[in-house]
């Protein structure tokens, strides 16, 4: 009896055990909630809530900024080294810009030589991968020679030996170019007549795109404090917060702590840069008693991160755990269930712009929810409604066949037929079983064709139809070859990246994940640019036919490079004297430089 009492209390023991073991492995999801509300929030772990796409892996820059100068012939700029450290600052700041120290070059005066500036961004051409993000800041004098070549005055550069003791625009570039990533920003804060007045030279009005011709590709972006002429502007204003600093650069580094983020998302991107201190410098500068306008060039569509407004971000984050924290306790007030206490924190806890439609809606029920606007009650009937990707799309086809059969009803006449025809086909490619359009085409077409020609409307007005080429007069826009070109360099510079990052993993083996990411995203990104540009001159295009349709009294202009959904020509025959094609391509053509 003993030994089975023994051995009845160890198997107990065993199952106890076991038993805690299992509890130990399982989280509830309170003790989830309170062990993330112990931690708190700090910037670290607000940055990392971040969308993907808007990090960066690693953050390299070079600040150069020349306030003294060996040559007494050239003007000193005090302010210069004021923007080089105040930006130093700013984008070491682990809640602003981030940047570690030991991958920010510094140069200020004396540091400032041809040598020096070429080594570091050369280092930026060995260390920067694909995906991460440089910067280049110049803050100094631009100087031309007699024969219009740019130059970054050093602090031991002579005036009349640009060539050998200054950094010439060509090597600059050249540099720029071998830094293989796709997340490059240069901010240049120079005049390029000051230094050289002088001499008296007769070329120091440039442009940014004189001063960096070769400044392209996805992803690069140049931003100059001025144009070519103008003096970069400083802050004399001693109550002024940036009294001592040059207007642009100070805007750039008030940008970059904030000021910038005018959408209050928390984060301060490339694009947002640019509008801020564009704007904001043309009106300090004025205030100041000067004249100063930004330029920019490169593709400003590119969306990655400079800057983050921290105490923003911060408080996002702790409003997500407060949400998360409503959503724990209704769920222990057993309100909601599990599987909806689950569904719910993955849905608050992710960026908003990480979902699709679908999530986004279901995010913003629990949102209702833990913000009071929604009864626990309600709550899953709410999500039922939801709809599904698929579910949307069937909605919206829906919705555009009735528009289209509504407009050939409108217009089931002999006049309107052309239209009630063009409804009808859109609606077919929508729904090409729908029985209801189909009748009502083969109605159309029967007493159209069963009507001669007319040349008068039945009330009585000439009807006067002309044609046009839209294919011709697409490729012979000025603006579509000027287009493509820019798509083919964007395509190119995408295949210099790809081909590099081959290399590298042929050489290394790692890094098949970034090659995949990079050519999926990146293809992506040129399918978009190429569909936006085809839009864009295609909208152009449609403008002036109707304006001229509208001057000339056209009723109908018809394209007859199209087919209609049966494959055959929308206009199965033109006079040559009814087509206005070159009519259009001339008046397209009058703004081509």
Request: hydrophobic letters at 40%; proline letters at 3%.
């Amino acid at each position: 009896m003993r030994t089975k009492a023994i051995t009845f209390i160890r198997i107990r023991l065993h199952l106890w055990l076991v038993i805690l073991i299992v509890l130990a492995g399982f989280r509830w999801p309170d003790a989830v909630l309170a062990e993330e509300e112990k931690k708190g929030i700090g910037v670290e772990e607000a940055i990392a809530s971040l969308p993907s796409g808007l990090k960066t892996p690693n953050r390299f820059a070079v600040v150069v900024g020349a306030g003294q100068y060996a040559d007494e012939r050239i003007p000193k700029l005090p302010a210069c080294v004021n923007d080089a450290k105040a930006l130093y600052e700013t984008l070491t700041d682990p809640a602003i810009g981030m940047f570690s120290k030991e991958n920010v070059t510094l140069l200020t005066d004396q540091q400032v030589t041809k040598e020096n500036v070429i080594d570091a961004l050369d280092q930026l051409g060995r260390h920067a991968g694909p995906q991460d993000l440089v910067v280049v800041f110049f803050s100094g004098h631009g100087a031309t020679d007699e024969r219009g070549r740019a130059y970054w005055v050093m602090n031991n550069t002579q005036i009349d030996k640009l060539r050998a003791t200054a950094l010439a625009e060509s090597d600059i570039t050249e540099l720029l170019g071998e830094v293989k990533t796709t997340r490059l920003v240069a901010l240049i804060d120079a005049c390029y007549s000051a230094a050289t007045a002088n001499l008296q030279q007769t070329k120091s009005l440039l442009d940014l795109a004189t001063i960096f011709p070769k400044f392209q590709g996805e992803g690069r972006v140049a931003i100059t404090a001025s144009k070519g002429d103008q003096l970069s502007v400083v802050i004399k204003d001693k109550n002024d917060p940036g009294f001592g600093f040059s207007v642009f650069t100070w805007q750039v580094i008030q940008g970059l702590r904030g000021q910038a983020d005018t959408d209050n998302d928390g984060v301060v991107t490339v694009d947002k840069l640019w509008n801020y201190v564009k704007d904001r410098t043309e009106q300090i500068a004025r205030q100041q008693g000067g004249e100063q306008y930004p330029q920019l060039k490169g593709q400003l569509g590119s969306k990655f991160m400079l800057a983050v407004n921290s105490s923003l971000l911060v408080s996002k984050a702790q409003a997500t755990m407060r949400r998360l924290g409503t959503l724990r306790s209704l769920f222990l007030d057993k309100q909601v269930s599990a599987a909806q206490f689950e569904q719910g924190r993955k849905l608050l806890e992710v960026a908003e712009s990480d979902l699709d439609e679908t999530d986004r809606q279901r995010r913003k029920v629990f949102a209702d929810l833990v913000d009071g606007q929604l009864r626990p009650e309600y709550l899953e009937g709410a999500l039922t409604k939801v709809e599904s990707p698929e579910q949307i799309r069937t909605r919206e086809r829906a919705k555009q066949v009735a528009e289209f059969l509504s407009i050939a009803h409108a217009n089931d006449s002999v006049e309107q037929s052309s239209v009630a025809l063009w409804a009808l086909d859109q609606l077919l490619q929508l729904d090409p079983n729908n029985e209801e359009a189909k009748g009502l085409r083969s109605k159309i077409a029967g007493y159209v064709a069963a009507t001669p020609p007319r040349l008068v409307s039945t009330s009585g007005a000439t009807v006067k139809i002309v044609s046009v080429d839209l294919n011709r007069i697409f490729n012979e826009y000025y603006k579509t070859p000027i287009a493509s070109a820019k798509l083919k360099e964007t395509a190119d510079q995408f295949n210099r990246v790809h081909d590099q990052m081959m290399a590298d993993y042929k050489r290394t083996g790692q890094g098949q994940k970034e090659i995949d990411e990079y050519r999926t995203s990146h293809r992506k990104i040129l399918e978009d640019q190429t569909k936006s540009m085809r839009e864009t001159i295609l909208k152009e295009i449609n403008q002036v036919i109707q304006y001229e349709a509208r001057k000339a009294g056209y009723t109908y202009i018809f394209d007859k490079s199209g087919n209609t959904l049966n494959g055959v020509p929308g206009l199965v025959f033109s006079e040559d004297s009814t087509d206005i094609s070159d009519q259009i391509i001339k008046i397209l053509n009058k703004s081509k430089p």
